[in-house]
């Protein structure tokens, strides 16, 4: 039996998705190829509120981060983390030899304009990474008030994570000012993992190529150059079949409208954040809260594993916590096509089954 996915990714697909995975292929080369990711470029423009470049990776979205750190960081990045997916930016630094220094906030809270500020004003950082809707915590960042810090430090290059939130969350990117856009495939925007996307400004292209070792496989002058002169060709052999996917999935989101799309979004998490206030309590701050994802404390006296089991034989399926929160924890995804109904069933299935557990014990 399939469990319908409450995981904050891979989400579940829509056959009528899944099924433009399985067109016949065309070579990567033709000009059918090129019309095919300019109409992806196209709508994501559209979808992401960008008139930035935009670039697609045969990755996850792991790929597009870790070149992100080669490619734009010349002198330190300062990395913001909020979480597990914070800290794993540190970690591609390190790993990459770029020069960066970890901001951390206490889990469960968000990055401060302040703490922004404050590390900026030392004019060590040419570039920092923010994590819009950190997934581990269910947080969602202050972006508009950090945008605004930004633009007293003009040089500095914005790197955004938004893995876990494009095409669920309002995020207007060029409003927001964000030179760097990062998302996949597999969280809000309903499709199998293995493609991501990123939206690059020119000024960042621009300092990039001033910048030595950025790798070959994620390095975004590459990726751009192609976009720009062959024009909308890709590297490499991209996942063509995604890309049929891509293009068919942007043409659902646009037909229900972001604005819609936003609202399902923020009904789905409000059923969530109503369900744990009344049956357990919420992990972060509520001030915070992601429209994609709720993390809920575990109060139930009841293994988090013995309770998703039970879910899994009435055909669900949940997250546990991430990392530090694995066992003190557990997560609800509401992403991408998910309905208010099958939201409320699996709610209402939920707390029949922790009550049963715990009558059992
Ligand atoms: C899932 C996730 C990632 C990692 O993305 P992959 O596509 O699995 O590489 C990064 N950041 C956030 C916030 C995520 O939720």
């Known amino acids: 039996m399939h469990k319908k996915l409450f995981i904050p990714g891979p989400v579940d697909v829509l056959p009528e998705v899944l099924a433009k995975m399985s067109s016949p292929m065309i070579g990567h080369r033709s000009k059918d190829a090129s019309v095919l990711q300019q109409s992806i470029s196209e709508k994501l423009q559209r979808v992401m509120r960008t008139n930035n470049t935009i670039l697609l990776s045969t990755s996850s979205g792991s790929g597009l981060m870790e070149g992100a750190v080669r490619c734009f960081t010349r002198d330190r990045a300062a990395v913001f983390s909020i979480g597990a997916f914070g800290d794993r930016w540190y970690k591609m630094c390190t790993a990459n030899g770029v020069p960066a220094d970890l901001f951390r906030s206490e889990l469960g809270q968000p990055t401060t304009p302040e703490m922004v500020r404050e590390a900026l004003i030392t004019g060590k950082y040419d570039m920092i990474t923010i994590t819009q809707n950190e997934t581990s915590t269910g947080i969602r960042n202050p972006m508009k008030e950090i945008s605004e810090v930004l633009k007293d430090f003009p040089e500095v290059i914005l790197c955004v994570d938004t893995v876990s939130s494009m095409g ?63 024009p909308y060709q890709y590297p490499s052999t991209p996942s063509l079949a995604h890309m049929f996917a891509l293009d068919y999935q942007l043409d659902r989101i646009l037909k229900e409208g972001l604005a819609a799309r936003y609202e399902r979004h923020l009904a789905l998490s409000s059923r969530v954040w109503e369900w744990a206030r009344k049956n357990c309590e919420l992990y972060s701050n509520p001030q915070y809260l992601s429209v994609t994802v709720t993390c809920l404390k575990n109060t139930f006296g009841i293994e ?11 055909g669900f399926q949940l997250s546990n916590g991430y990392g530090a929160l694995k066992d003190i924890t557990f997560r609800i995804a509401h992403m991408a096509d998910m309905t208010v109904e099958e939201m409320d069933d699996m709610l209402h299935n939920l707390g029949e089954v922790i009550a049963e557990l715990q009558s059992e014990q």
């Open 168 to 230: 669920g969350d309002d995020i207007p990117v060029d409003d927001l000012g964000i030179d760097v856009c990062i998302t996949s495939t597999q969280k809000c925007l309903g499709l199998p993992p293995g493609l991501s996307v990123a939206s690059v400004s020119d000024r960042a292209i621009a300092k990039a190529e001033g910048i030595p070792n950025r790798g070959l496989y994620f390095d975004y002058v590459e990726l751009y150059k192609f976009v720009k002169e062959k």
């Open 304 to 314: 988090f594993s013995k309770i998703n089991a039970a879910m899994g034989k009435r």
